[in-house]
């Protein structure tokens, strides 16, 4: 299972982003998709985090300007990100809860490369 994020880039405060991760591989089933970001010198930080039924979860920082959703015919997850500031600078990394075709584990959690976001002031 590979998940290859995409979307970062360099934008001015109040710009938008979307970021797109798409999940590949022999999957059967996933649970629970999300962002994670992390600034230089910083631990990294859920963003927002939705279940295979649609439930979401936001960080209190980007509450009100960031969306999260998904596509599960596609195994993709989406950010869409507006009103951005210069404090969300940062590496953004997708995850993805997923049980394989095949596997005797059941779930495992698995993470993309990671998209730089950066925005100017």
């Known amino acids: 299972v590979q998940l290859q994020a995409s979307g970062g880039g360099l934008v001015q405060a109040g710009g938008s982003l979307r970021l797109s991760c798409a999940a590949s591989?022999?999957?059967?089933?996933?649970?629970?998709m999300g962002w994670y970001r992390q600034a230089p010198g910083k631990q990294r930080e859920l963003v927002a985090g939705?279940?295979?039924?649609?439930?979401?979860n936001y960080a209190e920082s980007v509450k009100g300007r960031f969306t999260i959703s998904r596509d599960n015919a596609k195994n993709t997850v989406y950010l869409q990100m507006n009103t951005l500031k210069p404090e969300d600078t940062a590496l953004y990394y997708c995850?993805?809860?997923?049980?394989?075709?095949?596997?005797?584990?059941?779930?495992?959690?698995?993470w993309g490369q990671g998209t730089q976001v950066t925005v100017s002031s």
């Open positions: 995850n993805a809860d997923v049980s394989s075709v095949g596997s005797l584990v059941g779930f495992s959690l698995y």
């Open positions: 591989g022999r999957i059967f089933r996933i649970n629970t």
């Open positions: 939705i279940t295979s039924g649609g439930s979401t």
